[in-house]
């Protein structure tokens, strides 16, 4: 030390380091010094060494102190779900790091499961995060009097049965475009890749069944939604993640993607009554159209919650008929009495009556939501009380995720919660006795494992206890999410979806294609917040 003050005086300076550092860091300085004046040197890793290493030290010590102490409160009495009791892994309630982990290979759905099963219907999934498979709570949670959602434009007359009326001739245009497509294809078709260009957002999708996808968009959409998936599992990381061009590059290819499209759609201007038309204010001249930014916003969420989803909704709906013979015959049997060769399929007049194909559509969205484990509220960081709904109490910036995928393979909500079964809808509608369900789809067999409360219960020997035990909690189904922030997009969604399945039946028999396996796709079905799904290789061959 008195070395270090009388070289700082010799320089002319006034100067006693240990006033202005800590024990450690004067301490360090004056090593640094004695060794540079000990060994006076213009070597430059000598240099590099003495001027970055402990520079480096420090910064070590100073972030390694941070997490420590930001560890030891998420762990402690003092943070507020700790004191209420939630349980969760610990690796959890320290950081969301190990939850994107453990979520890394994309079946968060299963891994939430697992928890569930584990620690109960509330559980502490990160430091500030619960996951609630509780159906009583749904309403609570993301009703009208529920958590708020975050900013959110509207799309609503947009997607109003005003303008999906509008939208009829495009969506004829676009399945007529499919079946001309389909039908020219030889030997194994990728169903999936077709379904992508025909849910296509912009352009009215033709332009992707006429081309293809030159620009490769799709598999940059996949690619990008898992990307972002991750950057937004580690907020604070995301943030720094998000500027370096190789973890991001497909992220930020498919928002300059959509951005350029959007931007050339509108200065085109509206040839037809399209979304854009009304997210463009065109329908209201005396509005002011919204400010560009936003509609460039638009153009991405129009292109992953519009276009992505509907698309994995319709290959899973053809996955399952596939996988499903018995119910792809009763299908193909509702859409030939309804919508026989000749009809016109795009006139939706009979859709609603055709209750097989809202079961199977139902069915599918249960074991395979396109979202599934949709988006997460939040209580506002600057709520002066925690939140009370029901049994559930919120700290302010409590985020919750109801995710839809946990509440619809819970064995209380529906029975047999893993199996394929369309005619538990139709019997919950009553449209269908239990007993004629019953003899259609043989129950699966019970499970090996102990029972959990997602597993499926014994088999019923009776039907009135088959009865009794019949589940069907219709309040837990959620694939559109639930209350007014729910999918604004639902309608056109399940226009489309009733469409295309009927158009194919009546055009096409499917067969499974080489390379399909019926276990492949649950195998391979991933949440990166819009499901990837493997591809469903299909051999078509026309109807007469
Ligand atoms: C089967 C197809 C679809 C499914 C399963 C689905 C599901 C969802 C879910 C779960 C949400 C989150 C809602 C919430 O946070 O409560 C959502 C949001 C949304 N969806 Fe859909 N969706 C589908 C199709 C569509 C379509 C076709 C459109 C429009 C073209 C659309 C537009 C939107 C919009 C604008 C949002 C709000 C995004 C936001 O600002 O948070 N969706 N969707």
Redesign the pocket.
């Known amino acids: 030390m008195a070395a270090l003050t009388h070289s700082a005086r010799r320089m002319g300076l006034n100067y006693d380091s240990s006033i202005y550092f800590s024990p450690g860091t004067h301490t360090a300085l004056q090593l640094v010094h004695q060794i540079f004046r000990k060994y006076e040197t213009f070597s430059l890793p000598f240099h590099a060494i003495l001027l970055l290493v402990p520079p480096a030290i420090c910064y070590t010590w100073y972030i390694g102190a941070l997490a420590t102490s930001v560890v030891f409160y998420r762990l402690s009495p003092f943070h507020p779900l700790h004191r209420l009791g939630y349980p969760g892994p610990v690796l959890c309630r320290t950081s969301m790091t190990w939850h994107a982990i453990r979520t890394n290979g994309g079946k968060q759905m299963e891994y939430l499961r697992s928890l569930h099963d584990m620690y109960g219907d509330i559980v502490r999934i990160g430091p500030n995060h619960l996951s609630i498979r509780e159906a009583s709570l749904v309403g609570p949670i993301?009703g009208v009097s529920g958590l708020p959602?975050g900013a959110?434009r509207a799309?609503n007359r947009g997607?109003a049965p005003a303008a999906l009326k509008g939208y009829d001739h495009i969506m004829s245009n676009r399945v007529h475009q499919l079946v001309d497509v389909l039908g020219q294809q030889d030997g194994v078709v990728v169903l999936g890749k077709w379904i992508n260009y025909f849910a296509y957002?912009f352009g009215g999708g033709s332009e992707q069944m006429k081309e293809g996808d030159t620009d490769n968009i799709w598999r940059l959409v996949e690619k990008g939604t898992e990307i972002a998936f991750h950057l937004g599992q580690l907020p604070w990381l995301g943030i720094y993640l998000g500027y370096v061009p190789g973890a991001s590059g497909p992220v930020n290819i498919v928002l300059e993607h959509s951005r350029t499209l959007t931007k050339k759609r509108i200065a085109e201007g509206s040839s037809t009554r399209d979304?854009f038309y009304y997210l463009n204010n065109e329908d209201l001249p005396e509005e002011a159209p919204p400010p560009s930014r936003h509609l460039l916003d638009d153009g991405v969420?129009?292109m992953v919650?519009?276009s992505d989803?509907?698309s994995s909704?319709i290959t899973s709906i053809f996955h399952c008929l596939l996988a499903h013979p018995g119910a792809y015959a009763a299908l193909q049997e509702e859409v030939d009495r309804f919508y026989p060769r000749g009809e016109d399929v795009c006139n939706a007049a009979h859709q609603r009556e055709m209750h097989y194909l809202t079961a199977v559509i139902n069915e599918t969205?249960r074991l395979f939501?396109?979202?599934p484990t949709?988006?997460s509220r939040q209580v506002p960081h600057d709520a002066r009380a925690p939140v009370v709904l029901g049994s559930l109490v919120l700290p302010p910036g409590t985020h919750v995720y109801v995710p839809p995928y946990v509440l619809h393979r819970d064995a209380r909500n529906f029975v047999f919660p893993d199996a394929f079964c369309p005619e538990r809808w139709l019997v919950a509608a009553g449209h269908m006795p239990l007993a004629s369900a019953l003899s259609l789809s043989p129950p699966p067999p019970p499970p090996l494992s102990a029972p959990s409360s997602s597993t499926p219960p014994p088999i019923a020997s009776s039907l009135a206890e088959a009865e009794s035990e019949f589940a069907h909690a219709e309040g837990a189904f959620i694939?559109?999410?639930h209350?007014p922030?729910?999918?604004?997009?639902?309608a056109?969604?399940l226009r489309q979806?009733r469409t295309v399945v009927c158009t194919v039946l009546q055009c096409f028999r499917l067969r499974p294609g080489e390379g399909w396996e019926k276990g492949r796709y649950e195998a391979e079905f991933r949440d990166y917040l819009v499901a990837n799904r493997p591809e469903v290789p299909v051999v078509l061959e026309a109807r007469r």
């Open positions: 993301l959602k959110s799309w997607l957002v979304l969420l129009a919650a519009g989803t509907t909704a969205l939501p396109p979202a949709s988006t694939p559109f999410s209350g922030m729910n999918c604004a997009g639902k056109l969604a979806m």
